[in-house]
Every structure is written in C-alpha cells, then in structure tokens.
C-alpha cells in the first residue's frame, strides 16, 4: 500500500473566541483609518463570559465609540444572548492610552534619518524590531497550501449556511481541520476532514453530522479529492451548545497560524489583529506574501518561503532571506538579486504600495489573511517587471 505524506491545517470560524477579539480589534483600527490615516494603533481585546476588555495604545485625531464599535461587532457575527455572549447587554470595559513617544519618536523619524541619509521612503522607521515571513506555491489557484485553502473554506462555508439560514441551527462558533495526503511535494487526495460547530440544544447529533456532512464538507471539497477511505469526524465531542467567549476566553491575535499558511512556513513573533501599518509585523508580512506570490505567479518558483527581519526605528529591513525549496528555475542568489531590484521593504514604500493607510482590515479579519482576492497584498501586478528583470 502507497505510503503518503499526511499534513493538516485548521481554521476557525468568526464566531470563534478569538476571531471575535480579532474582528473587535480590527473594527477599531479601521475607524481610527478612516477618521485620520496617520494614527497609530495597537489594540487588544479580549473576551470571557458577558465581558469584553479592549486595550493598549491608539494615537489618532479620529472620533471613535469604542463601545459602539465592540457591540456592532458582535451583532455581526451573529451572537445572542442564548448563544455565547449578549451584545447588548455584555460588560465592556475600555484600557487605551496613547503610543508611546519613544515608539512614535523612531517611527516618526527613523534611525536613516537622523543619520542624515535618509529619502523620501527612509523618513518612516519600523514599528518594531522583528522576523516576518511570506509565502506562495502553485498548489492552488489562490498560490496558498491546499489544507489552509480547504480549512478556510469550509469554516466560511459553515457561516454561510448558518447566516443564510440553511442550517438555522447553527450557532457562530466552530472549527475545522483538513488532512491532505501528499504524494511528494503534490497533494494526491482529503485523508481527513474534522468539522466541529456550535448548536441549539435540541438538535440530535446525527442530524448535525448529516448536514454538515452534506452542506458544509461535500459543497466545499471537490469529488476528485476524497476517496472511499477518506474519513469525517464531525462534532467528536459529541455536544456543543456553549461557546463563543462564554465556552472559552478570547484574545487577540491568538490564532497566528490560522491566519498565515497552516502551519505550512514559519510564523515571525507578532500577530496581526489591531495593529496600524506602521508595525511591520502586520505590513511586511503581507508585503512578503506579495513578493512571494509575485514570484511564484511569474513561474520562477513553484514555491517560495521569504524571511524578511527589521530593527525598530530603522527603515531599511536587516535582512532577506529566500528559500525555493529547489523549485526555482533560477538560483535563489538570482531569485534574491531580482527580489531586492523590483521590491522596496521598506515601510513607508510597503504602507504607499499596497495602500495601507485605507480602512480594509476587517476584511482580512476572518478565513486567513491571504488567499482572498480582493485584498492589495494578493495583487500580481509585478508579474511583468519580474520577468523584464531576467
């Protein structure tokens, strides 16, 4: 019997305890961008039962409900009273204070600058020191791993038959994990698919693995990925009437994997959830899924994993580090040398490339930062001037 190379990836649904923090996270930094696109912001929140606290620091000149933009988020989801925590009606408790002036001092004029070597692009500083990583393969259309890509879609697709009414039953948190098999570096098919979601009291199991059997996992995995063998664990459990923050806490940026490569590349040390441009450990991980699936979109890699390392209050990253896996059809000195000559890392030219300073955070909120074509780092608009550069 044919051995195969088994890897899973996770993902988790809005309605998830820590999606919710991230989205209320996220929420506020968008109206803090859309009110003044210069502030600054780092927001946590976190979520138990009947309470939501949001802190740390914002800088801006917008005018922003805090409250407001807590209990909207929840109404969003879908949360109910009877279902994991009210938003009307929920504690909230609101802990911001400003940046700190040291933090915005570096940011504000970087270490180039006061070196006098600065340009137009040399002016802004890293929000922090830290490595960030980027990835792209051609396993998908998306350029994403095919567990990740499966895992998002089926945790967007269990939203969906619960917002659209279809398995009205449904409550807003939930999990699910694929299992693919590889045959190499290829994936050959589903091994295992586990779907796990919250539900009203009085619905059986066997109907809620019927349906989600039928609605969620068959609707979203295509027939010539599963086999007779392939196997579906829906809610093993067996009950799962409380969740949201009343079954568990919530925190921002708790779910990194879920939102990156499923574990497929590295994951740096910040999260992403809450934070303005200027903190490179959002935007230079999105700039780096864009160089990579540049690269791997122009067919010089079939995969690419870039590392890309800045010192806070410095321009100019300390480092760029590339890996093809052997699937480059040029070196990867040669690869690094084109990256270096079409790319700019740093943040003031990622923040006006992508287009940063815009209120679109919530969109990458939920089902993984990448993939999603609407979203700027998703573009593959370098695709030409790569292939000039060779």
């Known amino acids: 019997m044919k051995k195969y190379r088994l890897f899973s990836s996770e993902s988790v649904t809005e309605g998830h305890p820590d999606k919710v923090c991230d989205l209320i996270s996220d929420s506020i930094l968008d109206l803090a961008l859309a009110g003044d696109p210069k502030s600054r912001v780092a927001v946590e929140t976190c979520a138990s039962t009947g309470y939501v606290m949001v ?11 805090v ?10 989801i879908g949360y109910k009273k009877e279902s994991g925590i009210d938003p009307d009606n929920c504690e909230i408790i609101v802990r911001l204070d400003k940046q700190s002036p040291d933090i915005a001092g570096g940011v504000t004029s970087s270490l180039e600058e006061r070196e006098g070597e600065a340009d137009a692009y040399d002016r ?27 895992a998002h879609k089926l945790s967007a697709r269990l939203t969906e038959v619960r917002k659209q009414g279809v398995l009205p039953y449904l409550r807003p948190d939930g999990k699910v994990q694929v299992t693919v098999a590889y045959d190499g570096d290829k994936p050959h098919h589903v091994d295992t698919v586990v779907i796990s979601s919250q539900h009203e009291e009085d619905v059986t199991l066997e109907q809620i693995q019927t349906d989600l059997k039928s609605e969620v996992a068959l609707k979203v995995i295509s027939a010539d990925l599963l086999t007779e063998d392939t196997k579906f664990l829906i809610n093993p459990s067996g009950r799962f009437v409380i969740g949201g923050p ?19 590349t590295p994951h740096g040390g910040g999260a992403f959830s809450g934070k303005d441009p200027t903190k490179v450990d959002r935007s230079a991980s999105y700039y780096a899924r864009y160089v990579c699936k540049n690269i791997v979109a122009s067919g010089l890699a079939d995969k690419l994993e870039l590392q890309v390392a ?10 760029v580090c590339i890996n093809s896996f052997g699937t480059g059809k040029v070196s990867d000195e040669r690869l690094l040398e084109i990256i270096e000559k079409v790319f700019d890392f740093r943040p003031q030219s990622i923040i006006k490339t992508l287009g940063l300073n815009r209120p679109i955070y919530t969109q990458s909120t939920n089902y993984g930062h990448f993939g999603k074509p609407n979203l700027p780092w998703e573009m ?11």
């Open 246 to 264: 009343e079954g568990d806490s919530g925190l921002t940026g708790r779910k990194i994997i879920v939102d990156t490569y499923g574990g497929v």
């Open 55 to 65: 802190f740390g620091e914002i800088t801006t000149t917008a005018d922003i409900d």
């Open 124 to 150: 802004l500083g890293a929000g922090d020191q830290g490595m960030m990583f980027g990835y792209a393969s051609n396993e998908t259309e998306e350029h994403m791993p095919l567990p990740i890509y499966l």
């Open 380 to 390: 593959t608009d370098k695709v030409d001037e790569i292939k000039k550069a060779i």
């Open 310 to 319: 800045y010192a806070i209050g410095k321009a100019r990253p300390v480092s």
């Open 67 to 76: 409250e407001n933009a807590v209990r909207n988020a929840l109404r969003s």
